[in-house]
């Protein structure tokens, strides 16, 4: 979210608590369609904001949708298993394939012959769930049925029982987890959402759609006759006034459509498509081809109405006039904020987004409404606005590129890989330094006299900003930009080799020897069908300090909760009151999951002492590097 503030010159994670997440709820139920034919029906609730896998994914992929059969007795399958509804189609960039899932809900069907009047069938359903940060690992659904209730028979395979408080290092920790309180992620990212919203504001004050406004408020505020007591009471209430019409927007935003439903709407390509050229068109006006305006009838009756009422009302018909008035200009920012904002997953950010643009707008036109002869020191208005609104056309070009970027990843098109992408963003800023220095001029631009301190400082910026972008075409990471940038996996060309190798795939022996050599553990339970994972891996591991501070000061183990290796021979443990056998090492390290840290979500990071102790609250999708180095560098104090 720190990058997003640098985004805000340019306009603009959460640490995973523990806790098992069940997002699919399953119901089985059999259903007699004729005398020799029956169905199964495979019903799965999907929670908000989650997607399920459909049974038909591609090789290489993450886990599909599967049901097995261990007994049919009577009976035998009749086609394949069918879905309801038609899956949804989804390019993953890092898979480099079409994914196909299910969200809200969906009933598989499988249609089956009866061969007796007697029959007996159970099995499992095995399934595996994700949403925008995390996914859960492989999860089975057992079900039995029979013609008589009599007949049921669960199946035990011959396996060795295992009680896990006999294994070192496997004793529970989440009660020990929650009391670690040093994970402030969501309260971080409200703060940012705000920092970087109240930047927003003070950048949409200087377009010139706003700033001139700041005199005919005066102008309104000193028609209304009264006491200096009662003008200071006007001015507060029109500054409130403009908070609360913009804080009702995001209020209404988030409660109609939701943080998580605009989180899936920020990451849905056709969506990214619309916002790249809407971008593009209002970076094409802010340059001068065109003028993008509301039709001046609105404006003017509603100023009529302000004018003609008394109190309240005529407070807020002012501010409406000023949201509508400088549309045209706040509207990409204020765009551009809610789709950040509804990113962080926080479920307030779009109103708090709202409240810190709105203050940061109203603050200066409460102030001069309150004390108008302040007007006077005011620069008046003239080319310099015009220079406002063409810098915020290059950085718009900026950002719409960033658009474009999600979409050519969701279709695989492949024709933004990041040296493209890079080279472009070089360009359009060192185009911007060029003409703050005042070597280029567009439509509506005066040449300046001489060129100010504020203009070359800028422009230092902006070239410098260009220059720090070039060794990225080369494979440099960045990492200032790295979460607009395309991932490193779509660079074609590069001369960085970084990569953070796995010592140990094995818990028990990452321990042995990190009680061996007195070091902390590095604990990353992972899945070869993550997305998530594979993006942590591309964007945070890759790093230098990632990658010096692993290998030197950790033992590193990775345990995939989906690797389907047998174990050597099958596992049976208790779990919340039930029998489950652990048939395969994902298995293994899914139970290790649950029962030691509470939690069942990937990617999942957790720092632990030399003898199995949490140093520091988990660490779950966030491709932050500062804050992922912060979270080592934690374990590494506190384990010292």
Not at 188 to 204: D, R
Request: proline share 5%; glycine share 6%; aromatic share 12%.
């Amino acid at each position: 979210m720190k990058t997003k503030i640098l985004l805000l010159f340019l306009i603009i994670s959460t640490s995973l608590s523990a806790q098992i997440l069940e997002p699919v709820k399953w119901s089985v139920t059999e259903n007699k369609t004729s005398e020799n034919t029956m169905e199964l029906r495979y019903s799965a609730t999907i929670d908000e904001g989650w997607h399920l896998y459909s049974n038909i994914l591609p090789d290489g992929g993450p886990l599909a949708t599967e049901v097995t059969y261990s007994i049919l007795e009577g009976v035998e399958l009749d086609g394949a298993l069918l879905a309801d509804r038609d899956a949804i189609e989804e390019y993953s960039g890092v898979f480099s394939m079409v994914l196909n899932n299910f969200k809200d809900n969906v009933t598989f069907v499988q249609r089956l012959k009866l061969l007796s009047p007697q029959y007996k069938i159970a099995g499992e359903v095995r399934y595996m769930a994700c949403d925008n940060g995390t996914c859960i690992p492989p999860t089975t659904v057992g079900f039995e049925f029979a013609s008589s209730p009599n007949d049921l028979l669960t199946v035990v395979d011959e396996s060795v029982a295992l009680d896990p408080a006999s294994i070192e290092g496997w004793e529970t920790v989440a009660e020990e987890i929650e009391e670690i309180d040093d994970s402030l992620a969501e309260k971080e990212s409200l703060f940012y959402i705000f920092i970087a919203s109240f930047i927003g504001g003070l950048l949409a004050l200087l377009t010139p759609c706003v700033w001139p406004m700041i005199p005919m408020t005066v102008g309104f505020f000193l028609k209304k006759s009264g006491s200096k007591r009662k003008a200071i009471v006007r001015a507060i209430m029109y500054g409130v006034a403009i908070i609360v019409i913009y804080l009702l927007l995001g209020l209404f935003i988030t409660t109609i459509f939701g943080a998580s439903a605009l989180n899936d709407l920020s990451t849905n390509a056709w969506f990214n498509i619309f916002f790249f050229l809407l971008l593009v068109v209002f970076a094409a006006s802010f340059f001068g081809a065109f003028d993008l305006t509301l039709p001046a009838s609105w404006t003017t009756k509603i100023d009529a109405k302000a004018d003609a009422t008394t109190g309240f009302l005529s407070i807020l018909l002012m501010a409406f006039t000023l949201a509508l008035v400088s549309f045209s200009c706040t509207g990409p920012i204020i765009g551009t904020l809610l789709v950040e904002a509804a990113s962080s997953g926080v479920t307030i950010g779009p109103a708090v987004g709202m409240f810190g643009f709105s203050l940061a707008l109203a603050l200066p036109f409460a102030l001069f409404a309150m004390f108008p002869t302040l007007i006077k020191s005011l620069p008046k208005s003239g080319g310099w606005l015009n220079s406002v609104k063409v810098v915020l056309a290059f950085i718009e070009l900026a950002l719409a590129l960033k658009f474009l970027s999600v979409a050519d990843l969701a279709y695989g098109w492949g024709v933004l890989p990041r040296e493209t992408f890079l080279t472009l963003w070089i360009v359009i800023f060192f185009l911007l330094g060029l003409y703050l220095l005042g070597l280029i001029q567009f439509k509506h631009d005066s040449k300046p006299a001489y060129l100010s301190v504020t203009r070359l400082f800028l422009a230092i910026i902006s070239l410098a900003f260009s220059i720090y972008m070039l060794p990225g075409l080369w494979g440099a990471p960045l990492k200032a930009i790295s979460a607009f940038a395309p991932p490193m996996s779509t660079q074609t060309f590069n001369l960085s080799q970084h990569s953070t190798e796995t010592v140990f795939d094995d818990y028990d022996k990452a321990a042995a020897y990190a009680k061996e050599q007195g070091k902390p553990m590095f604990v990353d339970f992972t899945g070869y069908g993550c997305v998530n994972c594979r993006k942590m891996e591309a964007s945070v591991f890759m790093d230098e300090k990632v990658k010096a501070l692993l290998n030197n000061e950790y033992v590193m183990v990775t345990l995939y909760v989906d690797d389907k290796t047998k174990l050597p021979e099958p596992v049976v443990v208790e779990e919340y009151g039930k029998t489950i056998t652990l048939k395969t090492y994902g298995d293994k390290w899914s139970y290790l999951q649950r029962h030691k840290f509470g939690a069942n979500a990937q990617p999942y990071y957790i720092l632990l002492s030399s003898d199995g102790k949490p140093l520091a609250s988990p660490y779950g999708y966030n491709e932050d590097v500062d804050d992922f180095v912060e979270f080592l560098n934690k374990g590494i104090s506190k384990h010292r």
